[in-house]
């Protein structure tokens, strides 16, 4: 959102747990939940792909115990959860091929992130990590993706629990708001997409439009101007894995921030704290919610960049798009030497307990990575410090 207060709409997607890319991300971070629950020193970079009647795992994992895990009934165990339970649909856990190529992580790489001082732990990778929020929800998220989010999470209740029998996993949704002087105030259009089985079109209309309207009206920005697409191509029988092949790392907006603010590139699934691009994009994350919740600012990005082997960040920059209510230099000068962050690998990890979770990476990967109330990355615990200090 560039222009912070002049009058415009803007866009969030959300995706489901059964859109192809989410079932290869929970995959791929099902296979990191047993890995570190086997060794939480395990260094995993799982990828998994996806298509018609296939799972493919691939990348490199270093893990105590390995050998002991059956790749294929994780996979398997994932796939029924999210629902995809008939065969005839092209994709279903009972009946899959699964072809396995993981194999151990390059000493290359290893080389340059374990040090015999365990604090000095060299990042592993090199890039930029970007953490957001907003005092717009009290999920500090943009209200687009929130809205999103929240509609997709809805509609799988409503299948999981057998309300609504005909609806199947795959499905998108995309919410558009107006905002006015940087606060929203109207949401101009809602598109549902969304997998079912075949029963006539009006009846999924209606039956979708009345989860819509149940859903948002809380929020108390629909309108009778607010338009409605709801599978507007007219059929979505054909979805999942058996319509559209999945990947893991490539719904990276829909797991951040809904494409407000920046991006540095990296995906989240699959891969264990060491990688940066997961665990400093969650620090980054636990900073910006911070800083907002500290009333430092009602928007702020934090960018963070490493280089691999080092431990220390290459920078830390602070933005607040304009509504800090301190300098963001005298932020950032904060955050690097003010004792209440780390930014270092290693400290990041102990912070949040990346590595030994009491929560499941798997269970992060659909509807998004922030917002969610039982991970350390969105605890507010360090606000009243950051108030004292800098206000």
């Known amino acids: 959102m560039s222009k912070l207060n002049a009058r415009h709409v803007y866009t969030s997607e959300s995706v489901s747990e059964g859109h192809p890319d989410k079932v290869a991300d929970a995959i791929s971070d099902a296979v990191l939940d047993a890995c570190l629950a086997l060794d939480p020193m395990a260094r995993v970079a799982c990828e998994t792909a996806c298509g018609k009647n296939l799972v493919v795992n691939l990348g490199e994992i270093t893990c105590r115990g390995f050998e002991t895990l059956d790749t294929r009934a994780i996979a398997r165990d994932v796939i029924a959860r999210i629902g995809y339970d008939d065969p005839a649909e092209g994709f279903c856990h009972q009946d899959f091929t699964y072809v396995n190529n993981l194999h151990a992580q390059s000493p290359d790489i290893n080389q ?153 590139g990296g995906a989240f699934s699959g891969k264990d704290p060491s990688k940066v691009d997961r665990s400093a994009a969650y620090y980054a994350r636990y900073v910006a919610r911070n800083i907002v919740a500290a009333g430092l600012a009602s928007k702020c990005e934090i960018q963070l960049a490493y280089a691999i082997g080092l431990p220390q960040p290459m920078s830390v920059n602070v933005s607040t798009y304009g509504t800090g209510k301190v300098p963001e230099e005298r932020i950032a000068d904060f955050l690097l030497h003010g004792g209440l962050f780390d930014f270092r690998p290693a400290a990041i990890i102990r912070a949040l307990g990346l590595n030994r979770p009491t929560w499941r990476y798997s269970e992060c990967c659909a509807y998004g990575h922030f917002g969610r109330p039982n991970v350390p990355w969105e605890r507010i615990d360090l606000a009243d410090a950051l108030r004292e200090a800098l206000l």
Not at 150 to 168: F, S, V, Y
Not at 182 to 199: E, F, K, L, N
Not at 246 to 255: H, W
């Open 112 to 264: 340059g992130v374990d040090r015999d001082d365990p604090e000095e732990q060299g990042a592993g990778d090199q890039g930029m990590m970007y953490g957001y929020a907003t005092d717009e929800t009290p999920e500090g998220l943009p209200l687009p993706l929130v809205c999103a989010n929240r509609l997709l999470r809805r509609l799988a209740a409503l299948r999981h629990g057998g309300d609504i029998p005909w609806l199947r996993p795959d499905a998108k949704a995309q919410v558009s708001v107006l905002y006015d002087g940087g606060r929203p105030t109207a949401i101009t259009a809602v598109v549902c997409s969304h997998q079912t089985r075949d029963v006539p079109e009006a009846r999924i209309r209606a039956t979708l439009l009345d989860v819509i309207r149940e859903t948002l009206s809380p929020s108390g920005l629909l309108t009778p101007d607010t338009v409605f697409h709801i599978n507007p191509t007219g059929r979505f029988v054909i979805g999942g894995p058996a319509g559209d092949s999945g990947l893991t790392g490539r719904k990276i907006i829909v797991d951040t921030y809904g494409g407000v603010g920046s991006h540095g």
